[in-house]
């Protein structure tokens, strides 16, 4: 289960074509991932050699220790908005811890093999804060698209665009063409070929264009300055004691984001190569990843669903690939990094248009509109608490709403009936039931004496449906001789169904009824024992069916 996918490789045997082909797709995908890597930086608030840095650290890690044979990792637009509001609070310092308790969270969740639980994650939630977080980032490139003379954009989406309006007059021209030529190559460029990535291209164009027609745009260089070009030394961030508590809150988000969407990742590079990823390796190596990305100046790292497909399609098909990509962009720092100075800021803004674009999955958002109101109202609370809000917070509420709504339509699902008066066992026909000469009831071919109430849950019995059974009993006029309750159809229950049946029992005991218990399936009967309730109800009142249940109520009614 730990071994990781790069050793399997080796041990199935490496061909020397199959290394051609990972050397060309990892070339490949290195050249599309530095544009995405600069402008994902830039856009979560710190410099742009960062966004290099992560790429080319939890690049190779993800590759080299993860459960997947083509995943590639790096900054993605996932953790734009996070990320922008942990350096604006606390600054880099204070990111950097809040990734490294993020890592060493996902190492645990894999260690503790909880790969296969992050797919209970509701699907609305996801959208949710997916198309939430694809707003967010679209809202934020408007101040670098068209070029306006302002100072820090602010935080909060509604003052984002309050701020935008203020500054409207201060458009640039030559900032404005610049991103609508970087926009046409993206979306005219697959058309002509699909083997140089169109971003890299755009941003190559887009960058000759500013420096040859001298035009007057913003360039990462007159922002940040020049990009190094050498890799930095490891270094532990530092952040006082009273910042480090409200960091634990964001650090379990981006740690959720990153199990979520490099297991989605994988997920779809199975299905283009007809492999099987390991979900628990998986997340050891983001976790591993994500601890180291801080230590080399690096922001929070997660497989990158649309470098991974760039991977396959031009013929990745191990680990090697990854990790060439991860070497590809140091020797591109190493040897190239001056230059990234010269992009123009408004050709990386396009570019996280086109990826906001991609990523706000509108046609799946439109689709659950037409979904059942409850995954509705977990859809539009989670992407609207991501946009107006917080991304930690949308996250945190969405799975609770989403829970409890489930919760809600699980009990809904459970009913306590009276099956005296309306027996239905193995088809039999409720007109069957008669009334007998000396005031005994027969239902179905059994006889049920006067004195006797036989009750029936269906369903799962917890603490969502266990109210129910006492406001079904509340409804019988007076205390009968014996209740039955049958609970053939009841697959599971947990310490609350436990307490209400504890509860039916004093009451029966209390009104001088006798509670006979019937049918009781392994998991529920297992519960009762664990409990220590087993004696309450009486052994003898334990019956395997509902013709014992009768026995044993005709002999205590004699």
Known sequence: MFVPKSV???????????????????VVVGVVALPLALAFAIASGVPPERGLYTAIVAGFLISALGGSR?????????????????????GYDGLAVCTFLAGAALVVLGLARMGALIKFIPYPVVTGFTSGIAVIIFSGQIKDLLGLKMGKVPPDFLDKWVSYADHFESVSLPAVLVALGTLIVLIVWPRISRLVPGPFVAMIAATIVVKVFHLPVETIGSRFGGVPNTFP????????????????????????????????????????????????????AQGVANLASPIFGGIPATGA????????????????????????????????????????????????????????????????????????????????????VDLTVAVQVGIVVASLLFMKRMSDL??????????????????????????KRIVGGREIPTGVEVYEVNGPFFFGAADKLKDVTSEIDRPPRVFILRMRNVPVMDATGVHALEQLAKRCAREGTTLILTEIAGQPLRTIIRAGKLELFGRRNLARDLDVALARAAELMA
């Open 8 to 26: 399997v490789c080796l041990r199935e045997g490496y061909s020397r074509s199959q290394f051609l082909n990972d050397l060309i797709a990892g």
């Open 70 to 90: 083509v995943q590639i990792g790096g900054p993605t637009g996932a953790f734009v908005v996070i990320v922008y509001g942990i350096v604006s609070k606390f």
């Open 233 to 284: 030394t490891p270094h532990l961030p530092s952040i006082p004691l009273e910042h480090f508590k409200e960091l634990i809150s964001p650090s379990l988000t981006v740690a959720l984001l990153a199990a979520i969407e490099s297991l989605l990742s994988a997920v779809v590079a199975d299905g283009m190569i007809g492999s099987r990823h390991k979900s628990n390796m998986e997340l050891v």
């Open 305 to 388: 669903i649309a470098r991974t497909a760039t991977n396959i399609r031009t013929g990745g098909r191990t680990p090697i690939a990854g990790m060439v990509h991860a070497a590809t962009l140091l020797l591109i720092l190493v040897f190239f990094g001056k230059w990234a100075a010269m992009v123009p800021l408004a050709s990386l803004a396009a570019i996280l248009v086109i990826v906001s674009y991609h990523m706000s999955e509108w046609r799946s958002f439109a689709g659950l509109l037409r979904a059942p109101k409850s995954d509705i109202v977990v859809l539009i609370l989670t992407f609207a608490l991501t946009v107006f």
């Open 414 to 439: 459970t009913n306590i009936e009276s099956i005296t008066r309306e027996l239905r066992d193995g088809g039999e026909d409720p007109g069957e039931i008669t009334q007998s000469r000396r005031g």
